[in-house]
Every structure is written in C-alpha cells, then in structure tokens.
C-alpha cells in the first residue's frame, strides 16, 4: 500500500506529552468519511471525498435540527476529519447534552476532547462511553492514550493489555502500545512491540513510520531509512527520509536548548 509518510508531532519538552488522537488502525490522521456515513445508517448518501465539503454539508443537516444524535455525530466526525478539533468538541458536547447517554455521541466526544488536548475530560467522557461489563477495545485504546498523554504511561499499558485480550494481535493497540514504551525511553521493548505491530497484514502506513522512528532513535538510521522507503516511489521514499532526519535531529538539541523528542502519534480508535 502506497501512502505518504504522514508528519510527526513533536513534544514541546520531555515532559510533557502532545499526541495526536487519530484512527486505530488506520493511515489517516483522524476519522475516515465512510465512518461519518456508516454512523447515520441507509439514510446517508456515500460522503464527499473532500473533508471540508463532508463537513459543510453534515453541517447543514445538523444546524436544520441540532438535537438529532445522528446529525451531530456524523457532523462531529466530519469536523475531526477536517482539523476543526476544537468545533467537534463544541458541537458533540452539545449533543450529549441533548441526548444524555447516548453512548456513540459520548464515544465520538472523548475522541473529540483528546483530539483537543483535553486528556483527562476525555478519558472521564470515555469512561461512560462503555462498562466494565461490556467493554470497546478502541475505546480502552483510546483511554490508554490519553493516559499516556498525561504521563500515567503503567496505567496506559493496562489499557492496552485490556484491549488485546479482546482484539489480540490488533496492529493499532499493539503501536499505542510500542510508543508507550519509546516515551519512557525503552527502546528495545518499543520496537519489539512495533514489530509485531508491523508483521500484522493489516498494520497501517502510521506503524511502519512509528517503528522507523523507533528504530531510528536506536541509531540505525540506515535500517530507518530501508523502513521508510518500503513500497513507495521515488519521490516519496526521498520525502520520507527527509522528514525522519529531521525528526531525529530534533531529538539531540544541544545541551541547554528546548529538547523536542519526536514522537509519532498515537493511533486513536474510529
């Protein structure tokens, strides 16, 4: 499958933690448009293919009654997919509170929230997303994430654990879980963990760019590289390298300047 190294985010400093919320187990950097039309059942059209005319026009169906929990959902998608993180929460928080316990609406708000930067709310608004009872394994996932962005990385990985025994081998829980291990610096156990996440057949363009990073850091850049490259055109596998140089470069600042450790975003559940 040929994809663009998608970028990574960046830590403004080792101690705190900026990752994005994006799809599990999927390349994109957020929730697919065939999410957004399977959440509003036969009603729904196929979405436009563009993120910005998808959220135009689930924008009109939810401002033409913004109480329905099917409009407001595939809107909040829709404004995810398109970057407007900060407009899905407003809107989806409206939603819950017009539909109190409507369990996909506060499934999408967590996401929402953690899209955000919002980690605690969001991992609280999950937790009443699913029950100890009936658990979502990409919901636990996402959990594990926001947990790991607020530094509880011991408390993630139970999360994570949680969601394989449930979903075992699923390539986007097994890369949260491999970046778990790089933010505390065990890189070994990191990339062991992003390999197995690799060999999977339906490991993603963001667990081969995550492993790479991973390895990367370990200071084989040449095997990086060979990661990076795999499958993709000239063009785009020099574009790659590029970008991974510069984002191990950034990871050996000076002593005394800003560290920004690179950190490849962790894939959220959609």
């Not at 409009?71 to 407009?87: P, T």
């Not at 097994?174 to 999977?200: C, D, F, H, I, W």
């Amino acid at each position: 499958m040929r994809q663009r190294f998608r970028p990574v985010r960046l830590l403004a400093s080792a101690s705190l933690i900026v990752l994005a919320a994006a799809s599990l187990g999927g390349c994109a950097g957020g929730p697919k448009l065939s999410d957004v039309t399977g959440s509003i059942g036969s009603r729904a059209e196929a979405a436009p293919a563009d993120p910005a005319r998808a959220a135009e026009v689930y924008g009109e169906r939810y401002r033409a009654n913004p109480r329905d929990p099917d409009a407001a959902l595939a809107y909040g998608q829709a404004l995810r997919a398109n970057g407007q993180h900060a407009q899905a929460a407003a809107v989806l928080e409206q939603a819950t509170i017009a539909n109190p316990g409507n369990k996909p609406l506060l499934a999408q708000y967590g996401r929402a929230l953690a899209d955000n930067g919002n980690f605690q709310q969001a991992f609280d608004v999950l937790s009443k997303a699913h029950s100890p009872d009936n658990p979502d394994w990409r919901l636990l996932s996402v959990q594990g994430t926001a947990l790991d962005q607020m530094g509880r990385h011991e408390e993630a990985r139970s999360y994570y654990a949680s969601a394989l025994k449930i979903a075992p081998g699923d390539p986007g829980v097994l890369s949260n879980l491999g970046l778990s291990y790089m933010l505390t610096k065990e890189l070994p156990k990191a990339e062991e963990v992003l390999r197995q996440a690799y060999a999977s057949p339906r490991a993603s363009a963001r667990v081969r760019q995550n492993l790479a990073l991973v390895v990367g850091l370990q200071g084989r850049f040449a095997e990086a590289e060979t990661i990076v490259k795999a499958d993709l055109p000239p063009d785009q596998a020099a574009a790659n390298v590029a970008y991974l140089k510069d984002m191990l470069s950034r990871s050996e600042a000076p002593r005394g300047a800003p560290k920004r450790t690179p950190v490849a975003s962790l894939s959220q559940s959609d």
